[in-house]
């Protein structure tokens, strides 16, 4: 004969129900943790990440504050370079022989880049006597070159004496002109040979590939 299954009595249904919600609780506690578990792996990873940008943020300035500082030192050693060469032309009016020489080549070139018959030159007050000194010398190659004597006039229109000197040259009525002044020459030099002055100084670039 079989029994009946026995009712449960209160403590042993409030065992039951604890039982269940202990489990409920355990399974939603895991869920939580895991949950927060992701969000902190997420945040984490996320704070790793911007602080490598910041890192790469941070090299990069600094490179580029470096070789700003280099651009800027090199720069001051060329402009000295350059100051010191102004200096010098301005010095070269001192040497008589040497300055009537380099006038005559000044103003044979300035004439052959003009090719007029009739040429004006613009001079210092004070380098009149010089460039009057070499004119036959200068028409005579220029006449020998191109078979016609050029009129070359020194204007009163002159120069200021505190230039370093050289002459500018103008035809067609002044309406072309070459400056064959000493500061220009140098403005000319400092242009065409700042790439060579530079590799000169401070060697190649490590980014160039190519030379000529």
Known sequence: MSTAARPLNDDEVFSEMKKMADEEFNIEKAKIVRQESLNIDSVFERKIKQ?????????????????LKILQERQVVLDDLFEEANKLIHEL????????????????????SLMEKKINIRCREQDVEI?????????????????????????????????????????LEDRITVDNTLSARLDIAKDE????????????????????
């Open 51 to 67: 602080a490598e940008v910041q890192k790469r943020i941070a090299q990069s300035n600094h490179v580029n504050k470096a070789r």
């Open 93 to 112: 009016s001192n040497d008589s022989d040497r300055y009537t020489t380099l006038m005559e080549g000044l103003i044979l070139q300035g004439a052959f």
């Open 131 to 171: 460039v009057q000194s070499v004119l036959d010398n200068v028409a005579d190659k220029y006449e020998e070159s191109l078979k016609f004597r050029p009129t070359l006039n020194i204007s009163d229109d002159y120069l200021p004496a505190s230039s370093a000197g050289g002459v500018i040259l103008s035809g």
């Open 193 to 212: 040979m700042l790439p060579q002055i530079r590799v000169a100084l401070f060697g190649h670039s490590a980014s160039r590939a190519f030379f000529n």
